[in-house]
């Protein structure tokens, strides 16, 4: 399936440099958090070939975590260390920091599927934003140096809970990191990623497979694409980025429209077969038919390294205390809020006035 992703992609593949990720993983002490995950076990493996002083891999799924082990032990001979832990519990967070001296963490721990958000937002937006900070808060006062963080495209005009959640802590973590410089926080906004797990092209393949139509939310829903080897190389690239430069972004071209991608995974698995049956199921809750790069007063700026950008973004006028003061009401009484309640206050707070809360 390798071959096929610059057809569904339709551009070519960005990848950095050996010596580029050299330079974030070898020799350190790596903490992945969300390891378990389709672009976490990616990010683990790939840090398996980099000489890392010691991996630390933590998880709250144990299935996943033990897949991942099955993996390295067969494959790499690396100090790992594997942590069943949730990133709510921060004297469990704070245990790891400081029993592991973590060098680099890259904070992939997060709930993701959009409509499921929408049913469920106190466990996502507690493990999305509060997990976040336990682990920004940690890293702080444990001596780790950098803590690269993924956001989203959806977190741009954010109306749904995930893209809420990623927005107000790009917001937190944006205010945080122009007044401090200790850890060191690297923000990167990914766009849909291909090869993770309940992704669109997953459940495309198997309905192909299994000889059955192909159903799409509306013919006018497009996305950006990545693939999951973009992701993992983003993501380390930019712990080697000496200041903060404001977020990242790979340079992903065009947005391709959903019912394309269809076709050409329909043409790459069934060749020569014909076009394939599709059916219109109607936007599911949280979705939307476009996603945005970027914010109107946010602007693109290359950067040494080819297919990198810097998403320039306006100097905060909230400060992060203030930002603090708002998550510390969810902490107190999130759970005591009825669900519709929380939206609106998560809403809200990710695209309040940037004049002040």
Known sequence: MSEGWATLLQRTEIQFE??????????????????????????????????????????????????LRQKIVRDHAVDTRYVLADV?????????????????AFHLAAYKHVPFAEDNVDQVASVNVLGTMNVVEAAGEYGTSTVVYPSSDKAVT????????????ERVLGAIATQCSSPRLRIVRLVNVFETQGNVIETFARQIRANRPLT?????????WMTKREAVHVLT?????????????LDVGEPVPIVETARRLFDLLRPGEGPPIIQFSGIRPGERLHEELKYPDEQ???????????IQIPPPTIAADTWLKELARFRASGYEWEPDDLKSWLVDLAS??????
């Open 158 to 169: 954010p109306r749904a809970v995930y893209a809420a959640t990623k927005r107000v802590t």
């Open 18 to 67: 050996r010596t580029v990720l050299d330079l974030a993983l070898r020799g350190k002490r790596i903490l992945i958090t969300g390891a378990g995950g389709s672009i976490g076990s990616a990010l683990a493996l790939q840090a398996c070939q980099h000489e890392p002083e010691q991996l630390i891999l933590l998880d709250s799924h144990e299935a996943s975590l033990f897949h």
């Open 88 to 104: 709510r519990d921060r004297a469990k967070i704070d245990q790891v920091f400081k029993r592991h001296r973590v060098d680099v």
């Open 300 to 310: 693109f700026w290359p950067t040494d390294l080819p297919g990198l950008l810097t």
């Open 216 to 224: 799409v939310t509306d013919p006018r829903m497009d996305r950006y």
């Open 352 to 357: 309040r006035d940037e004049a002040g809360v």
């Open 237 to 249: 690239a930019v712990a080697t980025r000496p200041s903060f430069e404001g977020f990242y972004m």
